[in-house]
C-alpha cells in the first residue's frame, strides 16, 4: 500500500462523516486551555480565547498559528477597533507579494492597450488602429492578428486539419525531427528557449514568427511553461501569456492578486468588506468588455468605500464602467431623448434599475413596483462610458437622457440631467428598507444565516441615524450580544473561497504562485469574479453542504498537505515550529511538548491546536486513527513523523470542524 492509497481511503470515510454531520446550526465543541476543564454550556459567555478565535474567524478569512495568542494579548475589542481603522495598520509585507502582478495597479485604459480585445485587434488588421511600435506591445498584436486572422481562414471548416506552421530555423535544433504538430512546434520551441539564457528569450520570441507563437503557453508541455514562467520578469511573463488570450492575463492576474491579499493582508477586515461588497454589487468578469474595468472596480470603488457611507458606495458602483456595461446600463437610451432612433443602442435598458432596487438597495419585499424600476432606469439614462474599447471612463450624454420628472416610490424628482439619478440614489441610499436590507446582509455574513430579526433592526437603525456609515454598522453588530452568542460560536459554514484561504492560512503555507488555488476555486463553484448573474455568490450553508463539494474540500486539503499544489509550499515542521513560537500560553504548549502522548496522539493534538485552535471531535478521531493503524501506513510513520503529520494536518483541514467558523 502506498501514501496515496492511505490517503484515498481516508478521503472516502472522511466524506460520509463530514456529509452525515449536515452542519447544524449549533455550537461547536472546543478545547479549553486546560485538559481538564469542561466544555461550557451554551448559555455561558465565550472565554477569553474563544473570543478572540471568534473574532479571528468571523472578521479575517481565518486565523494563522499565533494569531489566537496575539489577539488576546493585544485585547479583543482593541484588536476589532484596529482592524476597523485599516489604515493605521502596516501592510507593506502584503504589497511586496503583490509585486508580479503589474496589471493590477493598471487603469482601463493601460489594460486595454496592452493586452487588446479581439475587437481591438479587427480594428489594427482593418487599419483603424496604428501599429504599436513598442517592440514588446508590437509582439503581443502581432500574435494575436494571426490567430485572428487563423480563425476567420478556418471559419465554417472546423473538420478541416490545420496544417502545421513551419518553425523558423532560429528555433530547429540541427538534429531536431521535424514536428509534425502545433504541440510539437510549441514543445521545440520551448526547449529551444530554456536553453537560452534567460535574458535572451524574449528577444528570441520577437524574432519568431508570430504563427508559431499562436497559443504558446497552452501548446508547451506544463514542466516547460512552468520553468519559463518562472524565469520571466513580471512584464516579459504578461507578454508570454498575452500570446494565448491577452484579456485573460488581466482577468488571471487580478484573481491570483484577490487570494494573496486574502491570505496575507494584516488588513483583514477591509478584505472581507472588499470580498462581501463585490459579492453584493456583483460584477462578472468575462462580460463583453468587463475584463478592463473589473480591476480598478475592485481597487478604486469596492476597496476605498468598503468601510464608508453606503451613498458614496452606491453612487461608486453606479458611475462605475464595469457595472455599466455588466448590467448595460450604459445602452441604455430614453425612448424621448434626442438620440432615440438616431442609430446605434436604442430603447430603456431596465436591467441596472430593476437590480438596484431588488439586489443592491431595498430588497426583493423593499416595497417598489415596476413602475418605479421603469422610472428609476429612466432617470439613469444618459450614464454611460466613452470609447470602452479603449477602456474610457464614466460619461454623462444628455443626448441619450430621458427627460422630464421621474417618480419613484411616490416621490417627484425634476428634471436635472445626471443629478436627476444622483437624487434617486440618494433617495434610495437612505431609504428604512436600504438600511434593513444592508444590515440583515452584513448580520448574514457575519453571524448566522438567519440573524436575530432584534439585531438587525438596531443596525439599521444605526445606519439611518449614521448616514449609512458602514463602519458604525458593523461596530453595532461587534458590540452585539448576539454576535458574540456560543450558539453561532463555530457554527456558520465556510464558503469555498473562505475555506480554501483559511486552509492556507491555518497550514502556514507559502504561496508563490496561487494558480492552482484558482483552479480549486473554480472547481469548487467559486471562481473568483466568475459570478454571471447578479446575485453575487451565495452566503448560506445549503448552496454548499453536498456531498461533491464536501469532497472537492477534503481533496484540496489532501492536496495542500501532501505537498500536491504547484506554487504552494507546505512545511509541516514550520507549521508547528511557528505556532509554538507565537504562542503566548506557556502552559498549553508544555502540556503538548511534555504530554505522554503516543506517536499518532502527539501528532493530533499538534495538528489541533496549530491548525484547528481546538479539539477534534471523538468521533473524527476515531476515524483518523482507525485508518492510519494500518501496517504500511505505520511503517512509512515510522520511517518519516513528518508524512505522519502530513496526513494527520490534511485530516485536521478537511474535519467538519474546521468546515465551519
Not at 525 to 536: D, L, Q
Request: charged residues 20%; aromatic residues 8%; proline residues 6%.
Amino acid at each position: 500500500m502506498t501514501r496515496r492509497f492511505s490517503v484515498r481511503a481516508i478521503i472516502v470515510v472522511l466524506v460520509f462523516s463530514i456529509a452525515t454531520t449536515a452542519f447544524p446550526q449549533t455550537a461547536t465543541k472546543y478545547r479549553p486551555s486546560s485538559s481538564a476543564a469542561e466544555v461550557r454550556p451554551a448559555r455561558v459567555v465565550l472565554t477569553e480565547r474563544q473570543r478572540a478565535l471568534h473574532a479571528l474567524n468571523r472578521l479575517t478569512f481565518g486565523p494563522r498559528a499565533g494569531d489566537v495568542e496575539a489577539v488576546i494579548a493585544k485585547g479583543v475589542d482593541v484588536w476589532i477597533m484596529d482592524q476597523l481603522h485599516p489604515e493605521s495598520i502596516d501592510d507593506s509585507a502584503l504589497n511586496a507579494r503583490l509585486t508580479p502582478y503589474t496589471t493590477t495597479s493598471m487603469n482601463p485604459q493601460q489594460l486595454a492597450q496592452a493586452f487588446p480585445s479581439d475587437n481591438v485587434i479587427r480594428q489594427t488588421i482593418a487599419g483603424k488602429r496604428p501599429m504599436p511600435t513598442d517592440p514588446e506591445l508590437k509582439l503581443v498584436y502581432s500574435v494575436n492578428i494571426a490567430r485572428i486572422e487563423q480563425q476567420d481562414l478556418n471559419k465554417g471548416a472546423a473538420a478541416k486539419a490545420i496544417l502545421p506552421v513551419p518553425v523558423s530555423s532560429f528555433f530547429m535544433g540541427i538534429f531536431a525531427p521535424k514536428p509534425t504538430s502545433r504541440e510539437d512546434q510549441a514543445r521545440l520551441i520551448g526547449e529551444n528557449l530554456l536553453a537560452l539564457p534567460k535574458n535572451q528569450r524574449l528577444v528570441a520570441l520577437e524574432n519568431a514568427s508570430p504563427e508559431q507563437l499562436i497559443n504558446l503557453p497552452n501548446r508547451l508541455r506544463a514542466d516547460q511553461r512552468d520553468r519559463l514562467s518562472a524565469d520571466f520578469s513580471p512584464q516579459e511573463r504578461e507578454v508570454f501569456r498575452a500570446f494565448a488570450y491577452p484579456a485573460g492575463v488581466v482577468a488571471n492576474e487580478l484573481q491570483q492578486a484577490k487570494l494573496m491579499r486574502e491570505i496575507y493582508s494584516e488588513r483583514q477586515l477591509l478584505e472581507v468588506m472588499t470580498d462581501f461588497w463585490f459579492n453584493h454589487f456583483n460584477v462578472y468578469q468575462n462580460k463583453d468588455q468587463c475584463a478592463y474595468y473589473t480591476t480598478a472596480y475592485e481597487r478604486d470603488v469596492i476597496r476605498p468605500h468598503a468601510l464608508g457611507k453606503f451613498y458614496d458606495l452606491l453612487v461608486a458602483t453606479a458611475q462605475s464602467p464595469a457595472m455599466l456595461m455588466y448590467l448595460d446600463n450604459w445602452l441604455s437610451v430614453g425612448p424621448h431623448s434626442q438620440a432615440a432612433g438616431k442609430g446605434g443602442p436604442t430603447g430603456l435598458n431596465e436591467n441596472y434599475g430593476r437590480e438596484i432596487m431588488e439586489l443592491h438597495t431595498l430588497g426583493v419585499d423593499g416595497g417598489y413596483a415596476e413602475s418605479d424600476v421603469t422610472e428609476l432606469s429612466a432617470a439613469l439614462t444618459g450614464w454611460t462610458i466613452a470609447q470602452p474599447d479603449d477602456g474610457g471612463q464614466f460619461q454623462f450624454d444628455p443626448r441619450r437622457h430621458e427627460p422630464g420628472i421621474k417618480t419613484v416610490l411616490g416621490e417627484k424628482f425634476a428634471e436635472a440631467g445626471s443629478d436627476q439619478g444622483l437624487r434617486v440614489l440618494d433617495m434610495l441610499a437612505h431609504h428604512p428598507s436600504t438600511a434593513h436590507f444592508i444590515s440583515k446582509s452584513i448580520a448574514t455574513r457575519f453571524i448566522s444565516d438567519d440573524p436575530p430579526e432584534s439585531l438587525v433592526k438596531r443596525m439599521a437603525a444605526t445606519f439611518l441615524s449614521t448616514d449609512g456609515d458602514i463602519r458604525e454598522v458593523l461596530r453595532t453588530m461587534f458590540k452585539s450580544p448576539e454576535f458574540w452568542s456560543p450558539k453561532v460560536y463555530r457554527a456558520k459554514l465556510k464558503t469555498p473561497l473562505e475555506f480554501i484561504v483559511s486552509a492556507v492560512r491555518a497550514s502556514g503555507a507559502n504561496v508563490v504562485v496561487p494558480d492552482a488555488l484558482v483552479r480549486n476555486l473554480n472547481a469548487m463553484g467559486m471562481r473568483p469574479y466568475g459570478m454571471a448573474v447578479p446575485t453575487g455568490y451565495p452566503m448560506k450553508t445549503e448552496t454548499w453542504a453536498n456531498e461533491s463539494a464536501l469532497l472537492a474540500r477534503i481533496n484540496f486539503s489532501t492536496a495542500l498537505t501532501q505537498g500536491d499544489l504547484p506554487g504552494v509550499q507546505f512545511d509541516p515542521g514550520d507549521l508547528v515550529t511557528v505556532g509554538i513560537l507565537k504562542s503566548s500560553d506557556l502552559n498549553r504548549t508544555k502540556a503538548v511538548l511534555a504530554h505522554n502522548y503516543t506517536g499518532l496522539d502527539f501528532a493530533i493534538a499538534l495538528a489541533e491546536d496549530a491548525i484547528l485552535q481546538g479539539e477534534l471531535s471523538a468521533k473524527d478521531k476515531v476515524i483518523i486513527e482507525k485508518q492510519m493503524q494500518d501496517p504500511d501506513v505505520q511503517r512509512q510513520m515510522a520511517a518519516s513523523p513528518v508524512d505522519g503529520f502530513r496526513l494527520v494536518a490534511g485530516f485536521t483541514l478537511a474535519s467538519p470542524e474546521f468546515q465551519k467558523h
